[in-house]
């Protein structure tokens, strides 16, 4: 069984850094494309970074640039996204999401094939 399991997130003040992980068990991570969302209050899911797990390439969207690191360890199948200096404006529910093969950039939510169940995170002013 394909599982996605997001985890920490939290509260935390502008300015300040959080590491979220992405456990990823039933396929290989060396396979598949990840993707990190962010679903903001009264918005629409949207792509915030990829990783291709084959060969480590990584994309971001322009609003994380210099501020978000994505990487992984296939070695224990998990994804991270590094997230410094964050603002109120990334609060929101953070997700990951995987599709199989590699990926020359963000893709669309309709694109991938498995999500996790979102973790939250809050940037107070």
């Known amino acids: 069984e394909v599982q996605l399991v997001e985890s920490g997130g939290g509260l935390v003040q502008t300015g300040g850094s959080l590491r979220l992980s992405c456990a990823a068990s039933g396929f290989v991570l060396d396979d598949y494309a990840i993707g990190w969302f962010r679903r903001a209050p009264g918005k629409e899911r949207e792509g915030i970074s990829l990783i291709n797990g084959s060969d480590g390439t990584t994309y971001y969207q322009d609003s994380v640039k210099g501020r978000f690191t994505v990487s992984s360890d296939n070695a224990k199948n998990t994804v991270y996204l590094q997230m410094n200096s964050l603002k109120p404006e990334d609060t929101g529910v953070y997700f990951c999401?995987?599709?199989?093969?590699?990926?020359?950039?963000?893709?669309?939510?309709?694109?991938?094939?498995?999500w996790g169940q979102g973790t939250q995170v809050t940037v107070s002013s």
């Open positions: 999401a995987a599709v199989r093969g590699v990926v020359a950039g963000l893709l669309g939510r309709n694109e991938y094939d498995y």
